[in-house]
């Protein structure tokens, strides 16, 4: 897993309506990157809400947003509506994705079964396209608080 002081890879994603992003887009600027499983299950939806309700504290600090997990654009589309998410949100490459270039699209095993999944990670990147801060399997309750905090300091 990528740490502190790493850049963060450059690679592209694709946004819900279609067009691309990159962590390069926000230099200059502080940006947090938050990736989760899977949209509209109870601990991403959680997190994703909570992001969300303190966007404009985000703002405010100078910090951007993005969400990220494997699931399709159209899905992010849903999710964003069902939820009325104000965060923006991507769609990571199937392979070779970021999560793949920072190390938290892993094998994961339950109830016996191994497959591949998304560890809970959020990443605090500096206006210089810097990782400041890691958050490795993160527990949902307070975390957005805590990232705005960090945000704030940085």
């Known amino acids: 897993m990528s740490e502190a002081g790493n850049p963060v890879p450059d690679i592209a994603m694709e946004t819900p309506d279609g067009g691309s992003v990159k962590a390069s887009d926000y230099a200059g600027k502080k940006l947090v990157l938050f990736f989760y499983p899977k949209d509209n299950t109870p601990g991403c939806t959680t997190e994703a809400k909570d992001f969300s309700a303190l966007k404009a504290e985000f ?15 159209k899905k992010h589309q849903n999710f964003i509506a069902k939820h009325d998410l104000t965060v923006d949100l991507a769609t990571d490459a199937e392979e070779g994705g970021l999560s793949d270039a920072l190390g938290i699209w892993t094998e994961k095993k339950m109830y016996g079964r191994t497959y591949m999944g ?5 990443y605090l990147i500096g206006p210089d396209g810097k990782i400041a801060q890691v958050w490795n399997k993160v527990k949902v309750k307070g975390h957005a608080d805590e990232v705005l905090s960090a945000a704030k300091a940085l």
């Open 59 to 73: 703002d405010a600090a100078g910090t951007a947003i993005l969400g990220i997990s494997k699931d399709s654009p």
């Open 118 to 122: 998304m560890v809970r990670t959020t």
